[in-house]
């Protein structure tokens, strides 16, 4: 606590009402930067379960959301709208066998 004390009478002069002021405005100002940057969607490749499962499409936060395309280790692939991680909305899921689905998908379920 000493140490603070000794810091703070250090640069007590510098701490004037308007440049607390302008400091708080920066960091508001880069808050509000950082969330939009956040959740810009942005395309990219993800390989999960060790290769068992390789998506391609948009990205946000991390997360499959938008157009992609999941391939899966047995070959299967579907190509659709990712919201959240699961199949979500429009999208054509192909089967190594052959059978196709096209139509739509809620929480990953056809």
């Known amino acids: 606590m000493e140490k603070f004390k000794k810091i703070f009478e250090k640069y007590r002069v510098y701490l004037?009402?308007?440049?607390?002021?302008?400091a708080t405005v920066l960091l508001i100002a880069i808050c509000a930067v950082s969330v939009f940057l956040l959740n810009t969607p942005k395309k990219g490749v993800l390989t999960l379960d060790n290769g068992a499962l390789v998506y391609d499409g948009t990205l946000v936060r991390?997360?499959?959301?938008?157009?992609?395309?999941m391939t899966f280790e047995n070959g299967d692939q579907y190509t659709g709208e990712f919201n959240n991680g699961a199949f979500n909305g429009k999208g054509t899921f192909q089967s190594k066998d052959g059978w196709k689905y096209e139509g739509d998908f809620v929480n990953g379920q056809a």
Request: hydrophobic share 20%; charged share 25%; proline share 7%.
């Open 16 to 22: 004037t009402r308007p440049r607390i002021e302008i």
């Open 62 to 69: 991390g997360k499959m959301n938008g157009q992609g395309t």
